[in-house]
């Protein structure tokens, strides 16, 4: 019975969520492939450009804890399409960009706008999957993100290497193009998601019996939810999946920049396409590999083997000059990256009880949103200092290891959070 619910629930909400999901994340890496022109048009520095990133997450983080418990308060089929609404328009503004300044205020508002997106879907996922279907629910919704920069990548290299008849930069019509699709979206999210089981008209009585047994949290004693959130478990986990983002908002932010150095002088349809591969065999992966942690219950190294692989991949860009080990490694990167971060995030449904879960997932997830602040102005400051991205990428490389370790310590096989 519980099988046949999770294959409703997930026929059901898991390939709309990865559509929102995939809008939310092109909205926020196709900066990236608008840096290709836009840098030229606004006069901007590998620095400068990092710094447009770092506000983006500025504004992000500020509202990933108050957005979850409004989340949980006013229920995801209010709340998701409210930030989908206003930061499909903050997105498409961008197109106003005129300097550096104005750049910075309006990637502030995007920040703003879209921030508790992305910790609000795991929170709302917890609600629908009991914990032994979690890892594959995830990776089916994170999907989205090498998806996304796959699709986005050759959407984005077209719209670059368009004729357009506007008169317009091609970079401002990517912004208005890719971002108001969101909008539209929005407004459809509301009339088809439902909050929680018991309200979903498309389940029987029985499956919603079945579901509400599977979902019972298993007893863990009484602790406050900030005991909870600030346990050595859950700091440790937040560290971990701090290095893991960089590698992450790396792999969104610069491959673009990164396989135009590579490829050197191919067109952006070229550039659009090679970026595109890496992330193809993400996708791939991300649920094999998370369907076989499902299936062995573990987690610890299901999540830093895939680290390793992405550690490796760094080396090879930096180290190597021949182009096709260098495409070899961004590929290693991109599966191991996201393979990981699917996996990784069952871990914390399972560390904090039901009441902790909204501040707790929103606080890991800041974590990472801290990373993404930093990780773009990091590398771009590198590559203005050294001229290559090779002391950046090895520094990452270094990142995951420690990231590695930090997993290991905090995710035991004995203990209840990898089941």
């Not at 193009?177 to 979903?200: M, Q, R, W």
């Not at 573990?298 to 080396?315: D, F, N, Y």
Request: net charge positive.
């Amino acid at each position: 019975m519980i099988d046949r619910a999770v294959r409703k629930i997930s026929r059901r909400l898991l390939w709309f969520l990865l559509i929102l999901y995939a809008f939310s994340y092109l909205d926020r890496i196709n900066i990236g492939f608008a840096a290709l022109s836009m840098n030229h048009d606004l006069r901007l520095s590998s620095t400068q450009f990092g710094a447009a990133n770092t506000i983006f997450y500025l504004g992000y983080i500020l509202c990933e804890i108050p957005s979850n418990l409004m989340l949980a308060r006013y229920g995801a089929r209010l709340w998701l399409p409210r930030i989908m609404i206003t930061w499909g328009i903050a997105s498409a503004a961008t197109m106003f960009a005129t300097s550096a300044t104005s750049l910075y205020s309006i990637r502030a508002l995007v920040g703003l706008a879209e921030g508790g997106f992305f910790p609000g879907v795991l929170l709302y996922l917890t609600l629908w999957f009991p914990k032994a279907h979690r890892a594959k629910a995830n990776a089916l919704f994170m999907i989205a993100q090498p998806l996304t920069i796959a699709t986005g990548a050759f959407l984005s290299g077209f719209i670059l290497s368009w004729n357009n008849p506007f008169g317009l930069a091609r970079w401002r019509i990517l912004f208005l193009v890719e971002g108001l699709p969101s909008v539209i979206l929005g407004i459809v999210a509301y009339f088809y998601l439902t909050n929680k089981p018991e309200d979903a008209k498309w389940l029987t009585a029985a499956e919603k019996e079945e579901l509400a047994r599977s979902l019972e949290p298993a007893v863990r004693g009484q602790p406050t939810p900030w005991s909870e959130i600030l346990s050595r478990q859950v700091i440790l986990l937040s560290l971990a999946y701090f290095g893991m983002i960089m590698t992450l908002n790396t792999i969104a932010t610069w491959t673009p920049q990164i396989v135009g150095e590579i490829v050197k002088e191919h067109s952006y349809r070229s550039i659009g396409l090679l970026t595109a591969l890496p992330a193809l065999i993400a996708a791939l992966s991300m649920p094999l590999w998370s369907a076989h942690s499902d299936r062995t219950k573990e987690r610890a190294w299901h999540i830093v083997m895939p680290m390793a692989l992405a550690a490796v991949g760094w080396i090879f860009v930096a180290s190597f000059t021949l182009p096709d080990l260098r495409m070899l490694g961004l590929v290693f990167c991109s599966a191991g990256g996201f393979t990981a971060m699917s996996v990784l995030w069952t871990v914390p449904q399972a560390l904090l009880s039901p009441a902790a879960r909204p501040a707790g997932i929103a606080f890991i997830s800041s974590c990472g949103i801290l990373a993404s602040m930093v990780t773009p102005l990091l590398i771009g400051f590198l590559r203005d200092l050294t001229h290559s991205f090779v002391a950046g990428l090895l520094f990452l490389a270094l990142a995951l290891i420690g990231a590695s370790t930090l997993v290991l310590s905090s995710v035991k096989r004995e203990d209840p959070a990898p089941l």
